[in-house]
């Protein structure tokens, strides 16, 4: 157990997620244009006339987002490396 002097700050980090539901008609139509474009995907998405591909759930009336507090200690401790990578963060 970790033991944190009285005048020195408590950091941690916050991960928030939530599930993602991708439209797969309108997620075509985009990947599609993307390779017309040769990769420009914000062309795509502006020519497409599709409405929205990709669903966040949190984003919807009465979605709810998932967080995970850890202390900062932890975060960079060798256990969350495998996380901190697969989010792309640097260490």
Known sequence: MARFARDRLIQWAVIRH?????????????????Q?????????EAVVPSDKPVYIMAEQEGGVWDEAHICIDCWY???FAPLRKALGLKD
């Not at 017309?36 to 795509?44: D, K, M, Q, R």
């Open 36 to 44: 017309y474009f040769g990769g420009a995907l914000g062309i795509a």
């Open 18 to 34: 939530s599930m993602v539901l991708l439209n797969p008609r309108e997620t075509n139509e985009v990947l599609g244009m993307t």
């Open 77 to 79: 401790s060798e256990a």
